[in-house]
């Protein structure tokens, strides 16, 4: 296989007066060679060397003129890219490091015995027989009824019931965008291109004849310097997609790279593989429009890595899910009381003694890579160290090296008195040298995600009787007759360590889980309104969220009986009960709509997060606990689709197009879980 990039530049340069000032030099250059001779004769040495020395000077100045004229000229010219990549003997299948050989399969050759038909709207099975036309189910799907987009846009929507044939070497971006903007189009043209490739079946399809001779994507971005996605960042994109002679348009307009990204995943979207039009063929909608913007600014997946390790493979697969389902924010939970895998530079002694074993880390090199691979697909990553609580392994090293036990009660028995699984840790709160640390913590993670907007200090399940055992013998609880107001001082020491990690900023919002300090009385005490984001993962029934939204606080809803995709698999110990049963299908997921559903004021709901908390799986089975239930999620917090409050009925049409996508990750690589059996596919309508 062979990947190239073709880059062509549309540009009308002139060199003006330079131009012509580099020809009369260059044509007269005898007669200067010859007058300096005769001044030679006349002049001392130290003349000449001073004429010799202003000659090449201004040579100097003339060549440094013509590169800026050439570098400013290829800044604002059209680029067009276009990415080859060959399918001479293996096939593209999901990420790029993933190839599948095609040598010794046999490819089966028996005549396909069933077509689709659209009736009413929906696609209904036939034999094939007699004149009846031969339509696959993918192409009666693109055609008839519903659109199989996901999420669904918010604006309008309008497709042609016509398609053409193509191949992805066809493909061309063009775009007049200048830098950083084209820099990140380009790459995310990349990954688009990928994504089309990745629904190719058969190895010889460029063989043959096609539709179209090119399938042009014209990008037009308004702000070229915006490549941080932030919570006012504009991701609306307008898609129209249609034919000129021989050739299909795709012109995409957006304010910001980060919409025209959501523009091109649409556009994916649009394209499916045929396998009955000449044995297998890509097609494109013939024409199209789309109009679409998210509902909400904040649509985060959490995923930890603490409990079982995750490598950076399967994050990278992680990141590629959100993508198409057009996610923004990969909440990173990467330390916990049971590992520390990340490296700090500052302090390399937490993942030292903290991490499982020496392959099962992240160093600061996996990290910004990461942050560059999610920012292409249109996402930005946030790192969680979660404090006080869920911090043991990885800070027993503070006796050693003179600095004081930093954390108490690491691996303490019985577990259940001390936190709420094994192994227990809870920083120790009078220990002045942890927050050296946790100032040092964070300066690593605002440099490793280049994230100054957003910051995650934890905050979740402070286990106070873990504190009164620790300190018993200590002058400092005589200081408190509430251990809520020594978790409180805590955080205030852990907030003013984060400004100065930030060099004296104040990050604008920073995101804690919701707890005992996160309600009244102490919120308005500890937590100030105008910086702290709450959120909020307790029960929808529980009074958190409202109380909080009523007290002026933003929040991010993770409501724990709907959006925990890791509950419903049993208890993982003996004692204990299993945690948060019972399993939540994608249509509790789906139908999740607390701001209807609990009259909350949306414009304090920054967003929401699905999380996946890993007690019980790892990398193994990570792609079927996420998918497809998170794309549902996706849809819930993109678009917002009406709901049935009474019956909480779902329509067809979502069981059909999810069902589409999940197809659309299985072509990229994700092994997302069947939503149905094979029949329900073949036979839309009938399972419902």
């Known amino acids: 296989m062979s990947d190239s990039l073709t ?47 202003l000659f090449s000077l201004c040579c100097v100045l003339f060549f440094v003129y013509l590169y800026w004229q050439q570098s400013t000229s290829i800044d604002t010219s059209r680029i067009i890219y276009s990415y080859r990549h060959t399918l001479s003997k293996q096939k593209f299948v999901g990420h790029p490091n993933r190839l599948w050989n095609l040598k010794n399969v046999t490819l089966k050759t028996h005549p396909p015995q069933w077509t689709w038909q659209c009736i009413n709207q929906r696609c209904e099975r036939r034999h094939i027989k007699g004149a009846i036309p031969v339509v696959s189910l993918s192409t009666c799907s693109m055609l008839c009824g519903s659109t199989q987009l996901w999420p669904q846009p918010t604006g309008p929507v309008t497709l042609g019931s016509r398609a053409v044939t193509f191949n992805h070497q066809q493909l061309e971006l063009e775009t007049a965008a200048s830098e950083p903007a084209r820099s990140l189009l380009q790459q995310s043209f990349m990954a688009f291109n990928s994504n089309v490739i990745s629904l190719v ?51 995409i307009t957006a304010k910001t790279f980060f919409g025209a990204r959501h523009g091109l995943e649409t556009l994916s979207q649009l394209i499916w593989w045929d396998d009955y039009d000449k044995t297998g063929m890509l097609k494109i909608l013939k024409s199209a429009s789309v109009k679409d913007n998210p509902i909400f600014p904040y649509r985060g997946l959490m995923i930890d890595t603490a409990r079982n390790y995750m490598s ?11 993508a198409a389902s057009k996610l923004n924010v990969f909440h990173w939970h990467i330390t916990d009381s049971q590992s520390f895998p990340l490296v700090s530079y500052r302090v390399p002694q937490l993942a030292k003694t903290g ?26 990553v946030i790192l969680e160290v979660d404090t006080p609580a869920h911090a043991g392994n990885g800070w027993t090293w503070g006796p050693q090296e003179g600095l004081g036990e930093l954390a108490v009660c690491v691996n303490e028995r019985p577990w259940s008195l001390y936190c709420g699984e094994p192994p227990c840790g809870q920083l120790n709160p009078e220990n002045v040298n942890v927050y050296d640390i946790l100032e040092k913590i964070y300066r690593d993670l605002l440099e490793l995600t280049e994230e100054r907007e957003l910051f995650h200090i934890g905050g979740d399940e402070v286990n106070l009787e873990c504190w009164a055992q620790h300190l018993q013998k200590s002058t400092t609880i005589m200081n408190y007759t509430d251990l809520h107001d020594l978790w409180g001082d805590f955080t205030l020491k852990a907030l003013k360590r984060l400004e100065a990690a930030n060099n004296g900023n104040k990050v604008p919002l920073v995101i804690m889980w919701s707890s ?26 529980w009074p958190d969220t409202p109380d909080l939204i009523a007290d002026g606080y933003r929040v991010i809803l993770s409501h724990v009986d709907a959006w925990y995709l890791d509950c419903g698999f049993g208890r993982w110990r003996e004692t204990g009960e299993a945690a948060c049963d019972p399993y939540r299908p994608w249509q509790t997921v789906y139908n999740h709509r607390p701001w209807q559903q609990l009259h909350l004021n949306k414009r304090q709901i920054l967003g929401g997060e699905a999380c996946l908390w890993s007690e019980q ?7 079927a606990r996420l998918w497809p239930r998170a794309a549902a999620f996706a849809e819930r917090v993109w678009s917002d689709p009406q709901l049935d409050t009474t019956t909480f009925t779902i329509q067809e049409d979502v069981y059909t197009r999810l069902n589409t996508h999940r197809d659309r990750m299985i072509s990229r690589g994700l092994g997302a879980e069947a939503l149905w059996p094979t029949w329900c596919v073949q036979n839309p309508g009938m399972c419902l």
Do not use: C
């Open 7 to 53: 880059i062509r530049r549309r540009s009308s340069r002139s060199y003006g007066a330079a131009g012509d000032a580099f020809k009369k030099i260059h044509n007269g250059r005898g007669l200067i060679a010859e007058n300096t001779q005769h001044r030679h004769e006349r002049m001392k040495p130290g003349e000449f060397k001073r004429v010799l020395f």
């Open 201 to 251: 079946q058969s190895k010889d399809y460029l063989e043959r004849s096609t539709d179209i001779k090119r399938l042009v994507v014209r990008v037009n971005i308004a702000q070229h310097n915006v490549v941080k996605l932030k919570l006012d960042t504009s991701e609306s994109y307008t898609l129209v997609v249609k034919p000129k002679d021989d050739e299909v348009i795709a012109n």
């Open 312 to 322: 950076v493979e399967s994050i990278r697969r992680v990141l590629d899910g959100m």
């Open 355 to 380: 991490a499982y074993g020496p392959d099962m880390i992240y160093t600061p090199e996996d990290v910004r890579a990461l942050v560059e691979f999610a920012r292409i697909r249109g996402i930005r």
């Open 516 to 541: 005992n300090l996160s309600k009244r009385p102490y919120v308005n005490k500890y937590l100030d309104k105008n910086n702290i984001v709450v959120q909020s993962w307790g029960a929808s029934q």
């Open 617 to 623: 799986f790892d990398e193994s089975s990570l792609d």
